[in-house]
Every structure is written in structure tokens, then in C-alpha cells.
């Protein structure tokens, strides 16, 4: 099974057309993404974001800043937000910003608090002073529910909670988006939206497991697996981007929108392990084959499942690829451009041919 087509909603590429749109986290793999698509379909990007702590990074290897009004800013500092909106004015906010590594947030549990918490109050608190606003949508994760370890889907009634600190402060960001929608923001929709885990080109980040495999492979080495046997939602950053559009597209234009929305594979699919996605990405590489190294220190949780269903019932969204074919195409990307080929191309054509089989 590869892409699904036909089954479900495409995004609305003349609705973002003009658009003034805020995004957060646009130096980022994710964030990088989502602007090279914006772009391609017209709207008119302001990025906020610190610098790309990363070398390679997708930003620069894209030429996103080209494509964008880049500014350079830490949410954590009020004024320095309040001095890269002055004078803008927005349609639409998609924050993406974050401190996104739950073992970084085992290192430094202050400054990912301050990022995923209080840098997300900052800048709703700057928000308010915008007029004309249509839909604001703060992207959290799968992980801000309290996970007992039974393997259970979560829906977004579950409760929130978090045994790290990052699952801890993004599960506190959605309380803090709670109160400002609810205390200032009556006639502007804000919402959550939680991804699964996302996969694709473009991702060199520290303890991620592509970017690892992708670093072992062009090393000649082994990549080392903490756990293995742990499962995650994976989801293609196509597909996961695709929804975080349909949900700010759903709370700008209809009333009844959901304020929360998870996204992630396609409900029934069949749960893909660590080990597995690491061999389908090791021998798409031929790479060598990867070694188990347990972390007794670690707090990660060894089972993860959401359930997006009230994406397809509220949007008519649903994920629409698989494991195998996200991560080949994953690999693919990684392949071309250590070939030579333009990152930003590479982008594209994916994004084409995902528009394309709708």
C-alpha cells in the first residue's frame, strides 16, 4: 500500500492563496517544510524562529529565508516577538516553534519549559494585540497525553499529562492555549493541533531516528537503537503538514470546527516499531545494520498510538501514507540530495506528487 487516493481531502491550495500567515518554527525540518508549501501555493509567509541549530539544516539547504520575511527571534523574549510583528498584520497563525527532543528536555528541563510553554504564552499574548485575525492553530504533539503504557489509541477527550519533561510542557501548552482562547481571544478561533512522529527529507536533528540513520549510513557506521521494540505513529511530514492546513483552513471558515485534532496514520493501520522503520531505512541506504544499546536511564514510552479519527469525521482528513512508502520516499530525498540535487526541488516534487494524488 502506498498513497491512498481519492479517500481523502486534498488541501485547498486557493484558500492560502494571498494569505498572511505567520509561522513559527520556520528554520526547523518541519517548519522549513511547511514554508517551501505555503509558498508554492501563494500565501504570504512571515517566518519567527530562532536560528537553525543544526549544520546541515533544511532551511538553509532549501533557501527557505528567500522564500520568506525571515526573522530571527526567541519566543521566550516578549519584546523581541513584539518587535518582528510591529506593523505586520495577519490572517492566519500556524506556531510551530518548539524545543522538539524529549532527550534535550531530560537535559535542560528549564529552557524547554520556557520554550514550549512560556514562549507559546508570549506570543499569544502578542497576538492580542493583532486585529483582523481568522484562525490561530499551536501545534503540540502525540505525546501530551498521560500514557500508561497499554497500548490504547488516544483521542483528544483523553486526559493530558507527560512523564518528561517535554510530554510534561506540551501538555501545559495546551492549557495555556486554553486560557488565552478562552479569556481573549472570543471571536478569534485557536486551536491544538498533536502530531504523531514525523519522518522525512530534510531532517538532520540530534536523537531523531532518521536523521541517526541517515548520519550512520553516510558514515559507514551502525545506527544505535535505544529501543527498539518501541512503537511510534509515524507519519510522512506531507501528510502530517497537510492536516495542521486542513485544521487552520476548518477553524478560519466554520464555527464548529474542533478546537483539538490529533494527526497521525490512518486509524487500523498496522503499528510500525523503532526496529522496524530502522531496517526499511537502513537497507533503503545500505547502510549497515543497526545495533540495540539499551538506556536504563531512559523515561521515553515504549508504546504510542493516537487516533485521528475525529480529523476524517470533523475535516474529511485522514493520513495517506503508509510506513513502507513514507519512509521510501523519505530515504529517496536523503539519496538525491547527497547526489548533488537542489534540497528545495526535492521539496517540491514531493509535495506535487502529493497534491497530485488527491
Given at each position: 500500500?502506498?498513497?491512498?487516493?481519492?479517500?481523502?481531502?486534498?488541501?485547498?491550495?486557493?484558500?492560502?492563496?494571498?494569505?498572511?500567515?505567520?509561522?513559527?518554527?520556520?528554520?526547523?525540518?518541519?517548519?522549513?517544510?511547511?514554508?517551501?508549501?505555503?509558498?508554492?501555493?501563494?500565501?504570504?509567509?512571515?517566518?519567527?524562529?530562532?536560528?537553525?541549530?543544526?549544520?546541515?539544516?533544511?532551511?538553509?539547504?532549501?533557501?527557505?529565508?528567500?522564500?520568506?520575511?525571515?526573522?530571527?527571534?526567541?519566543?521566550r523574549d516578549p519584546a523581541?516577538?513584539?518587535?518582528?510583528?510591529?506593523?505586520?498584520?495577519?490572517?492566519?497563525?500556524?506556531?510551530?516553534?518548539?524545543?522538539?527532543?524529549?532527550?534535550?528536555?531530560?537535559?535542560?528541563?528549564?529552557?524547554?519549559?520556557?520554550?514550549?510553554?512560556?514562549?507559546?504564552?508570549?506570543?499569544?499574548?502578542?497576538?492580542?494585540?493583532?486585529?483582523?485575525?481568522?484562525?490561530?492553530?499551536?501545534?503540540?504533539?502525540?505525546?501530551?497525553?498521560?500514557?500508561?503504557?497499554?497500548?490504547?489509541?488516544?483521542?483528544?477527550?483523553?486526559?493530558?499529562?507527560?512523564?518528561?519533561?517535554?510530554?510534561?510542557?506540551?501538555?501545559?501548552?495546551?492549557?495555556?492555549?486554553?486560557?488565552?482562547?478562552?479569556?481573549?481571544?472570543?471571536?478569534?478561533?485557536?486551536?491544538?493541533?498533536?502530531?504523531?512522529?514525523?519522518?522525512?527529507?530534510?531532517?538532520?536533528?540530534?536523537?531523531?531516528?532518521?536523521?541517526?540513520?541517515?548520519?550512520?549510513?553516510?558514515?559507514?557506521?551502525?545506527?544505535?537503537?535505544?529501543?527498539?521494540?518501541?512503537?511510534?505513529?509515524?507519519?510522512?511530514?506531507?501528510?502530517?503538514?497537510?492536516?495542521?492546513?486542513?485544521?487552520?483552513?476548518?477553524?478560519?471558515?466554520?464555527?464548529?470546527?474542533p478546537r483539538a485534532l490529533?494527526?497521525?496514520?490512518?486509524?487500523?493501520?498496522?503499528?510500525?516499531?523503532?526496529?522496524?522503520?530502522?531496517?526499511?531505512?537502513?537497507?533503503?541506504?545500505?547502510?549497515?545494520?543497526?545495533?540495540?544499546?539499551?538506556?536504563?536511564?531512559?523515561?521515553?514510552?515504549?508504546?504510542?498510538?493516537?487516533?485521528?479519527?475525529?480529523?476524517?469525521?470533523?475535516?474529511?482528513?485522514?493520513?495517506?501514507?503508509?510506513?513502507?512508502?513514507?519512509?521510501?520516499?523519505?530515504?529517496?530525498?536523503?539519496?538525491?540530495?547527497?547526489?548533488?540535487?537542489?534540497?528545495?526541488?526535492?521539496?517540491?516534487?514531493?509535495i506535487e506528487g502529493y497534491?497530485?494524488?488527491?
Amino acid at each position: 500500500m502506498g498513497v491512498r487516493r481519492g479517500a481523502v481531502a486534498a488541501v485547498d491550495s486557493p484558500f492560502w492563496s494571498g494569505k498572511r500567515v505567520l509561522l513559527t518554527g520556520h528554520t526547523g525540518f518541519k517548519g522549513s517544510w511547511a514554508a517551501i508549501w505555503l509558498a508554492r501555493m501563494g500565501a504570504r509567509v512571515t517566518g519567527l524562529s530562532l536560528a537553525p541549530d543544526t549544520q546541515p539544516n533544511l532551511f538553509t539547504l532549501a533557501g527557505v529565508a528567500g522564500r520568506t520575511e525571515s526573522h530571527l527571534a526567541d519566543l521566550r523574549d516578549p519584546a523581541a516577538i513584539a518587535a518582528a510583528l510591529d506593523g505586520r498584520a495577519f490572517d492566519l497563525v500556524l506556531h510551530m516553534a518548539a524545543q522538539p527532543i524529549v532527550r534535550t528536555s531530560v537535559e535542560d528541563p528549564i529552557g524547554t519549559f520556557a520554550t514550549n510553554v512560556m514562549g507559546t504564552a508570549n506570543l499569544l499574548q502578542a497576538l492580542r494585540a493583532q486585529v483582523g485575525l481568522q484562525g490561530v492553530l499551536v501545534i503540540t504533539s502525540d505525546k501530551v497525553y498521560a500514557n500508561h503504557e497499554t497500548g490504547r489509541a488516544f483521542a483528544e477527550g483523553d486526559n493530558l499529562g507527560g512523564k518528561d519533561p517535554y510530554s510534561a510542557s506540551k501538555a501545559a501548552a495546551e492549557i495555556v492555549v486554553q486560557s488565552f482562547a478562552r479569556s481573549y481571544f472570543a471571536d478569534v478561533p485557536v486551536g491544538t493541533a498533536r502530531g504523531g512522529n514525523v519522518i522525512g527529507g530534510g531532517d538532520f536533528s540530534r536523537d531523531r531516528l532518521v536523521a541517526d540513520i541517515v548520519r550512520a549510513a553516510r558514515a559507514g557506521e551502525q545506527v544505535v537503537l535505544r529501543h527498539p521494540e518501541a512503537t511510534r505513529p509515524w507519519q510522512h511530514v506531507l501528510d502530517c503538514l497537510a492536516g495542521y492546513f486542513a485544521h487552520l483552513q476548518a477553524l478560519a471558515t466554520d464555527p464548529d470546527a474542533p478546537r483539538a485534532l490529533n494527526f497521525g496514520p490512518r486509524p487500523g493501520g498496522a503499528q510500525v516499531s523503532v526496529g522496524e522503520l530502522a531496517t526499511l531505512g537502513v537497507e533503503a541506504l545500505d547502510g549497515q545494520p543497526w545495533r540495540h544499546e539499551p538506556d536504563p536511564r531512559s523515561l521515553e514510552a515504549q508504546t504510542l498510538a493516537i487516533d485521528a479519527s475525529l480529523a476524517r469525521r470533523a475535516l474529511g482528513f485522514e493520513s495517506r501514507l503508509d510506513a513502507p512508502r513514507a519512509v521510501a520516499l523519505t530515504m529517496d530525498w536523503y539519496r538525491r540530495q547527497a547526489a548533488g540535487e537542489d534540497a528545495h526541488r526535492l521539496c517540491l516534487e514531493e509535495i506535487e506528487g502529493y497534491e497530485s494524488a488527491s
